[in-house]
Each structure stands twice: as C-alpha cells, then as structure tokens.
C-alpha cells in the first residue's frame, strides 16, 4: 500500500500494482458504451453506457466479498411511427464474490 514520504513514482508503481489485482482493495467505477447504429424501422441509433462500480467489503481479518454491479443506461430509439427517443435503464445485474483477503499458497 502507499504510504507517506515515498516519490510519485514508487505511488504511481504501487497504484498500477493494485489497479491490476483483482482482489484489491480499491473502490474503482468504471463506465463502457456501446453504440449500436441501424436500429429499428428507422435506422435510429442506440447507446448503452454500463456503469460497473466494483466494491470491496472486507468481512474479517481474512475474506473480503467484493461485489460488482452493472447498471445499463440505455437510449434507444424509437420503434413506433412517432418521433420519440426512449431513455431508461435495463436490467440490473449484481454479483458478490467471497475472496480470500491475502494470497493463499500463492494463490489469489
């Protein structure tokens, strides 16, 4: 972990050493889009931005559950005659996983 006293670099070494684990012990919210064209009677357009903030939650000194959640905003466009551009979101998805807090044999 970074601590106080150490140069920008060994902080910026150790923040990439944690970015990569998948156990960390990071709170991280990151965002994908897709954009799909030629959707529909109209060949409107439709963009999906996925929000996936992932959560760490330590439950003892040993495990951790770190849960990631996956909220879809969706902007789709219209299939009815009329000029409309529906906005909402899609099915939430949510998984927890149990993890052990510190390698294991060498193991994550």
Do not use: C, Y
């Not at 959640?69 to 906005?87: C, E, Y």
């Amino acid at each position: 972990m970074r601590q106080a006293g150490n140069s920008a670099n060994e902080i910026a070494t150790d923040l990439a050493k944690d970015l990569q684990n998948p156990i960390g012990d990071l709170i991280s919210v990151p965002f994908r889009n897709n954009t799909d064209f030629n959707v529909g009677p109209h060949s409107g357009t439709q963009d999906i931005l996925n929000v996936q903030p992932v959560i760490p939650i330590h439950i003892s000194e040993d495990w951790n559950v770190i849960t990631l959640t996956i909220l879809p905003l969706v902007r789709s466009p219209s299939f009815q005659p009329g000029q409309s551009v529906p906005f909402g979101t899609a099915p939430i998805s949510f998984s927890p996983f149990l993890s052990p807090k510190n390698f294991v044999d060498g193991w994550l």
